[in-house]
């Protein structure tokens, strides 16, 4: 497909006098290519086919998409990739290609609802104040010259994440609040 740019420079190169064949050659498109640009008034490519005819599909799409759902409802490590589709398919008598029925699937896909649960998760927001997570952990301190173990008491808020650490001697000693 031309770009913008491509069909500008058509443009000016005919301008200046350049014949159509040069300007096909130095561009390297078709002498068909630029005199249609140079006829139109377009300024942008435009791709104008709407619907896409299947000649060779046709007579199997309801084959694939047959194939297509009952390979949707086998366990995962039992389904056909789009080449097994393609395979089965070619077994019923396809003469088409690859490319064709890899782009049909996926067209049917995007078609369908979805089957299975859709993925969703709560987000964990708290109000200040209303939670925290707790635990205690065993530390070595040098107090007073004497290496002496210690509890920590590690406490973290939930809203804000902030963090509170206190030592204490041992475990059973109550918590000031």
Not at 113 to 133: D, R
Request: glycine share 6%; hydrophobic share 35%.
């Amino acid at each position: 497909m031309l770009t913008v740019e491509t069909i500008a420079r058509i443009r000016r190169e005919h301008a200046k006098g350049k014949s159509i064949r040069a300007i096909a050659r130095s561009l390297k498109v078709s002498r068909e290519t630029v005199t249609k640009y140079l006829r139109s008034g377009e300024t942008a490519p435009r791709y104008e086919r709407q619907h896409q005819p299947l000649p060779k599909l046709a007579g199997f799409q309801e084959e694939l998409e047959r194939l297509i759902t009952e390979n949707e409802r086998r366990p995962a490590r039992d389904r056909l990739d789009y080449l097994g589709l393609f395979g089965r398919l070619k077994d019923a008598g396809f003469q088409g290609g690859y490319d064709t029925v890899r782009r049909y699937i996926k067209r049917f896909k995007q078609r369908q609802p979805p089957s299975g649960p859709v993925n969703a998760y709560v987000p964990l927001t708290f109000a200040p104040a209303e939670a925290y997570q707790f635990d205690w952990a065993e530390e070595w301190i040098i107090l007073d010259g004497v290496t002496t173990k210690v509890q920590v008491a590690h406490a973290r808020l939930c809203h804000s994440r902030m963090p509170f650490v206190a030592v204490y001697p041992r475990q059973t000693q109550e918590q000031p609040c």
